[in-house]
């Protein structure tokens, strides 16, 4: 291995929270965001949340000079949110939309409505392909009781085989968004073992930031502490994750985020902190891999074996969610049905006379057309909710199948291993730093 | 470039036309099915339209012996009826639901539900690594006024975004299913020149079946010929397509398609015909490509040429299914403000009293309620409905937009021809047979 080219590469990472007339001083913020990026010239740009297209243009027209490249992607009813910015031609783009992504009749909460998705663009840094990946996963609105960790837990685990799966002609993988994940949350293991991420902020040389990191800090004005609760301080939940290949060493030289309030300014950019990292990458001359010791193949064994266990954790997770939509399905399904024989009554009592009893004492009319409207109202409502909940069923079971296809398939490698199977393809060193990313299919 | 190891794959693909209780003969033509798979030992088999997952059990317990390993993937309401069975280990499976496929109220056609998207699995056959993928995409209902073209468009669009960003790694590429698409269609042509995937149909040495390779017969007794019109004798829908890589050559030895009738059986095994195609690979020992000459340069040319036109008028295509969606979201919107207007008027009548004009002359109550139920069904069906349309919108945008990115990236790469970009990018032989199939992102 001999270092020969060194370029540096800066990657800015933001959660806008740009809901316009619902956010507070959006577009202010979104001012001083484009003032930032014209001024700081970060290779590339992933935001987040910028749910309106207009706000998006205006930060294309900001940064034309800048970042002459740039791409939106769309998804859901508003939009997935997520804009890229680069200085980088952007080669090719696409879209991998979750197929779980929380309940449209939880409007107050909005994530079904936004369509979350992981976007990837595919740019050329010299001579380099660099996969760049841009995400934000469903919002954890309360952690003690998260109905929503069965869904974070499926995106998280298509987010890792849409990386795994389509970054294998990449020299250089970046992802950065908001994952709503703590660092050691099951979704977060998942992606960073599968995929052999690095995460910018323990792999850093130097960091300047909010203590322990936190993108979501209590001192942020238009964050409400409590919400943070039990995590006084705050939440680490935005990152910037990276991985090089045989061919590019990736280092990050370091990594900063801003700390609640802005100079000059009366407030921050946003109600998440910005992530800002500095990646050194240097282009290696030979082919890295080939002859493993010992001593690696243990440990892409111990990786196997650690991959084995969270992936069954997460199936695990998909199983308690599939029962729960099993269980809503068959209660929309009882509540039509009854709708339905509340219905078949009305419309006997109004064509069998004998029914209606006693002249003297009808039915009150209005009454009846009262139930006669609940009951329709009844039966739309539980079919509409049958059909979601059949696809979040379909969703979960499939996320299920897929995953104990997985684990057969980690498990059937790790008997493999004392007989030597052919280890370059678990054990191979990615970019000269960790000896042992796992990457199961190539 | 020379042989060293020869492995013969036997392919097969079949709509199975799997609609429990609706389709004729399901039960029996399952059998049948079994039978045929479980005789003729296929490498890899690929089945669309197995809505039923206990037909899929049933199937995977009968082929238990000679096809071990399965997969059956699941989304939508009723399942994307897509499963694949293999003599070879699968190791990774991989869902891509389109973005687009038709609409709920369309329910007769049924696309909707059904979920459509394309599978992958990857499995090793000796040391190649065979990325397998099945597609179904939305069914034509009328070639002449076809309202789902943009979706179907859309969804050719994704699918070979997908198997080009999959793919990098694999040694033998493998599409087969029913792509409800001509072999001269618009989707079609996207599909092939994109990813460099070859029909096995045009390529075989040796073909054996319908006339013209069609797949959907006229003579079929599950099918009425006057659906097919004006092709008389039917059209070729269903395809095995196939490239290889740098490692492997891949020759179509045969291909052949049942043609309607199967001997000593009242009927034939589905609606469609079942393609069986004999792949031969050959390990290639040393690495094509390199040194390309000035022909391949300009057959690169040509072929990036060809695809900016064929993405132009994808994104025409796409543009008029946009205009359609639009058009229907603001019929939705104005007949959603009328219906409010109406019940707004109704309440105004009943809460003013003078609005009642004179009292010998009331609105008749009973149909004063059916207004005000019609004027609720409206307004609910029509927030629905424009919330479906905005998704439909969201998703026809966004593919504009990449394919006017993809229009963008291959222009700049064809003002670079004349002055000698690294056309290994461009043009690289895949298996040496076909000098310039092209991967603009590897």
Chains 1, 2 share one sequence.
Not at 182 to 205: F, I
Not at 211 to 228: M, Q, R, S, Y
Not at 298 to 305: F, Q, S, V
Not at 308 to 327: H, P, Q, S
Request: aromatic residues 10%; charged residues 20%.
């Amino acid at each position: 291995m001999a270092d020969s080219n060194t370029i540096r590469l800066r990657v800015f990472s933001l959660n806008c929270w740009g809901i316009r007339y619902l956010s507070k001083h959006c577009r202010e913020r979104y001012a001083m965001i484009g003032e930032l990026l014209s001024r700081e010239e970060h290779d590339i740009v992933l935001l987040q949340e910028v749910w309106s297209e207009k706000d998006f243009l205006c930060l294309k027209r900001k940064l034309s000079s800048t970042h002459p490249h740039s791409h939106y992607f769309k998804s859901g009813v508003i939009g997935s949110g997520m804009a890229t910015f680069s200085r980088h031609r952007i080669h090719d783009a696409f879209l991998y939309r979750y197929s779980l992504n929380g309940y449209p009749y939880m409007a107050h909460h909005g994530d079904w409505f936004g369509g979350k998705a992981v976007g990837m663009v595919i740019l050329n840094i010299g001579r380099l392909a660099a996969h760049v990946y841009v995400t934000h996963l469903h919002a954890e609105y309360c952690r003690e009781k998260d109905s929503y960790l069965p869904h974070r837990v499926v995106q998280a685990w298509e987010l890792q085989q849409f990386i795994r799966h389509t970054s294998s002609g990449a020299d250089l993988v970046i992802l950065a968004g908001d994952l709503n994940l703590h660092p050691q949350d099951l979704g977060n293991r998942l992606l960073r073992t599968y995929t052999g991420l690095r995460d910018s902020y323990t792999e850093t040389a130097k960091f300047d930031g909010c203590e322990d990191g936190i993108t979501l800090i209590a001192d942020n004005p238009f964050i409400n502490p409590k919400e943070l609760c039990p995590f006084e301080k705050g939440i680490r939940i935005d990152y910037i994750l990276y991985k090089g290949s045989g061919r590019v060493s990736i280092q990050c030289e370091s990594l900063s985020t801003t700390k609640g309030s802005v100079p000059d300014h009366p407030f921050p950019y946003s109600d998440h902190e910005a992530l800002s990292a500095d990646l050194q990458l240097q282009t290696l001359t030979q082919q890295a891999g080939g002859d493993e010791t010992r001593g690696e193949q243990d440990c892409a064994a111990g990786k196997l074996a650690e991959l084995v266990d969270i992936v069954t954790e997460a199936r695990t997770e998909v199983k308690v969610g599939l029962y729960c939509a099993e269980r809503m399905r068959y209660t929309a399904a009882r509540t039509g049905v009854m709708g339905m024989a509340l219905l078949l009554l009305e419309l006997a009592i109004a064509a069998v006379p004998w029914l209606a009893l006693r002249a003297d004492q009808p039915f009150p009319r209005a009454s009846f057309y009262l139930l006669g409207v609940l009951c329709f109202a009844i039966l739309i409502t539980t079919f509409l909710l049958y059909i979601f909940y059949t696809m979040e069923v379909k969703a979960l079971q499939g996320a299920e199948d897929q995953m104990r296809l997985a684990v057969g398939s980690l498990q059937e490698r790790l008997r493999g291993f004392p007989l030597a199977q052919p280890l370059n393809r678990l054990c191979r060193p990615l970019d000269g730093q960790d000896p042992c990313p796992l990457e199961p299919e190539e």
